[in-house]
């Protein structure tokens, strides 16, 4: 064990200088001053300080959407099939159609049946009700929720938002914590905005006036616009916010636009649209609102274009954002906004790093009051264990929260044993009349079993604790996973190096233990 090749020995002081390496920036006073790749360990909420919002989603709109959908399905069935109705309209969980003729009505009920099997159909007194099932809805609750928090995420990550927390609460609620922006203004105005965007031609048959005297056909509906002009447009889009691949801040005559780019069946469907309606306009709706109804000079078949409008370089860049993000599925509503201080935050820190010297002394004293000279050499290890730990949190921009400083304090505690295991071997070999470099090398590889049988059973611990757990129990999984991942490494290789170079140089009668 004594001999340790060259290679062994580089790599092993590579990695801890690397370690050292990527902790410095955590005690460094300008760390605005760092460049991007070499930054310390983001602090969480608790330690930061920052805003957490509890945001719930708006449920009822997305079924009122559906039905809307679902009644448009049976309209076209129905007229399809040739069968007569009256008072069909969409209710707040189901659509309901009256059909008189009792035949009708069950070849209506059989074909409603067919056009889903996330429906369920119900007859009461001439009237079909048709539903979505018990499953379908929680399915469909699950799905709009978990689409919100990624569009919720990439939204506050293009704001550039360091490390921000985000996960479900409950069945339809979202809490999105935001560690170091004391004012989150900005970001709900960004999440308040569901960014439902699609494109319409605009009915040139109907105008306003007509509309608001009744006059208008049911293929057609009423939309203000952004200026106050209202449009009628065609209730059928003619390609929706979903095809979207890109959209970004440009500018023409020196004014701030927002250009956009279709996938491929987006560009198609683009493309034969303003080739086919020349002359038209198009109007372009976010949210329930024309923002732009430009008239089609010629076909556009590059998959690509611009909205105008009174545009600053924010809101033109805001639009960017939203459109990029996606639409979200229902709207978001703000239940709760809690601003954490970070004065509380440098409290926490202050006393964990109070709790951290504390631990690291006591563990210290007793390891040298121990074992003597090698306790000295397990100090090294454990200081270059707690370089290797910060320097992995910042390597992986891992985010630091109060558990986690629990989990480093719990590490410190841990680091040593690995060494008790193999010390207590030394010295039962020593009094088996062992040499002292046979002793020493005894103790690394018969205690090696069992270190690795006893960290593996925490690391399994660990993993489960982050699979299941969230926010601050994954915070505390996280950083006692590496750090039992770094403490084997310095407790075993790096004191097995001091040690074996400190036996080659004094060549000792007898072990100092």
């Known amino acids: 064990m004594y001999k340790l090749s060259r290679s062994r020995v580089i790599i092993i002081l590579a990695i801890c200088l690397i370690g050292i390496f990527f902790a410095i920036p955590n005690l460094v006073p300008n760390k605005a001053a760092l460049p991007s790749w070499w930054q310390p360990v983001n602090l969480g909420l608790d330690l930061q300080g920052g805003s957490n919002l509890l945001l719930e989603v708006k449920m009822d709109e997305v079924l009122k959407e559906r039905m809307g959908l679902i009644e448009d399905e049976i309209r076209q069935t129905l007229r399809e099939n040739k069968i007569r109705y009256t008072n069909l309209r969409a209710g707040d969980t189901s659509v309901q159609v009256k059909i008189d003729n009792m035949n009708s009505r069950n070849k209506a009920a059989g074909l409603f049946r067919k056009l889903s099997n996330d429906y369920e159909v119900s007859e009461n007194d001439g009237v079909l009700s048709v539903g979505y099932t018990e499953t379908a809805l929680k399915q469909l609750k699950l799905q709009v929720v978990d689409q919100s928090i990624e569009i919720v995420r990439r939204r506050i990550d293009a704001l550039g938002t360091k490390e921000p927390v985000i996960q479900r609460q409950g069945e339809d609620r979202i809490v999105v914590q935001l560690p170091g922006l004391q004012n989150p203004e900005e970001v709900k105005e960004l999440l308040g905005k569901t960014a439902k965007m699609s494109f319409h031609l605009v009915d040139s048959n109907s105008t306003a006036m007509d509309a608001r005297r009744g006059k208008l056909s049911g293929t057609s509906r009423l939309v203000k616009g952004v200026e106050g002009e209202t449009y009628v447009i065609f209730r059928k889009p003619i390609i929706s916010g979903e095809h979207l691949k890109n959209a970004n801040v440009q500018f023409q005559e020196g004014q701030p636009v927002v250009g956009f780019e279709f996938d491929t069946v987006g560009g198609k469907k683009f493309g034969e649209t303003t080739k086919n309606n020349i002359g038209e306009r198009l109007a372009i709706v976010l949210d329930n609102e024309v923002i732009s109804a430009p008239t089609i000079q010629t076909a556009i078949l590059g998959g690509s274009g611009v909205i105008t409008g009174n545009f600053t370089t924010k809101t033109a860049n805001d639009l960017a954002v939203l459109l990029k993000s996606g639409a979200l599925p229902a709207p978001l509503e703000v239940l709760e906004e809690r601003t954490v201080g970070a004065g509380l935050g440098a409290d926490s820190i202050r006393e964990g790093v109070i709790a951290s010297i504390i631990g690291l002394i006591a563990v210290v004293a007793f390891i040298i009051a121990a074992y003597g000279l090698f306790g000295v050499f397990t100090t090294i290890a454990v200081f270059t264990n707690l370089f290797l730990l910060l320097g992995a949190l910042s390597f992986i921009g891992a985010t630091l929260t109060l558990p ?110």
């Open 404 to 513: 986690g400083i629990a989990g480093i304090i719990l590490t410190i505690g841990m680091a040593v044993d690995a060494n008790v295991l193999i010390f207590e071997r030394m010295r039962e070999e020593v009094k088996a009349g062992r040499s002292p470099r046979d002793a020493a090398d005894a103790g690394f590889t018969e205690a090696w079993n069992t270190i690795v049988d006893s960290n593996l059973t925490t690391l399994v611990a660990a993993f489960v604790l982050f699979y299941f757990g969230t926010g601050p129990v994954r915070g505390f999984a996280v950083t006692l996973s590496i750090g039992i991942a770094t403490s084997m490494f310095t407790s075993v290789t790096v004191t097995r190096l001091i040690i074996a170079s400190w036996l080659t140089k004094n060549k000792p009668t007898r072990l100092p233990i």
